[in-house]
């Protein structure tokens, strides 16, 4: 089944953008022959290519790239099928996004790059440096959720969920009111989206907006991708094969967590223990996305790792 993805305005930015131009950028093509859109920015010498979340979502590092344009060499993409990449009927398996990743690394000539993962993306670029750990310098894992089970962190995420949303009744009935509804318009998936991304940010006062900036533009998300690497994970992470494969990677690993992240940071204590490289650092003021609460701290720890 083909994802279903609507386009919207094409902005640059991912998240800050907006007009009708075609998004600024070049075309990456795998070795399956899928198309994947990346943008190359920055002054800085060290490559550094981001990885946004998900899975099925796109490229929402307009803000990240700003902020370290002056540190480093920076490329941002769309992974398969979702956002500005081609739409594609997969496959979903993280061994195809890994090498999807490593074909954007090599098309813009990198040996060598850290890797910054956000979310879902923390998961791809560790899986990526376990992998491949000869073409990473380092890795920046933020906001991710650990190399457990799900039952590690799901359950309480569902609860803190619903505990922040409810701190607006009104927004939290219209979520419940969207997504209870079959079928939906792309402009309600889009409202139900930023709704539930509005929980993602402790500053109740700006969250809808900060949630608004994320849906602009707006390209629908990759349902069945994002489906069917949800399975996956819960197949195949939380086992001690994973584990002992990170106690072997020999990169740096700098960890990035907004401490007022709605999912729990415990999460992430079995891959800090694991790595043996590893720094980690907890921003108190942020949640899941901590560039946005805390960008000059965020700034600082990711230019550790460069």
Known sequence: MT????????GPDG????????PPGEQVITDDGVRLWAWRTGQGTAPLVLCHGGPGLWDMFGDVAALLADRADVVRWDQRGCGRSEPCDGPWTGER???????????FGFPRVTLLGHSWGAQLALSHALAHPERVAALVYVSGTGIGPDTDWHPAYRENFRARLAEDP??????RELTGREPRSQEERREAAVLRWSAEFPDREHALAHARRMAEPWFGVAESCAAALASERARTWGTPELAAACRRLDVPVVIVDGGRDIRPRTAVDSLAAA????RRTVLPGAGHLP????????????????
């Open 3 to 10: 994802s279903t993805r609507t386009h919207g305005a094409h």
């Open 15 to 22: 998240g800050h953008g907006g007009g009708t131009a075609p």
């Open 97 to 107: 996004f890994v090498a999807d990743l490593d074909a954007v690394r090599a098309h």
């Open 170 to 175: 009104a927004r939290l009935a219209r979520w």
């Open 275 to 278: 790595l043996p490289r590893v």
């Open 291 to 306: 560039w946005v609460e805390e960008p000059a701290a965020f700034r600082d720890a990711v230019a550790a790792a460069l």
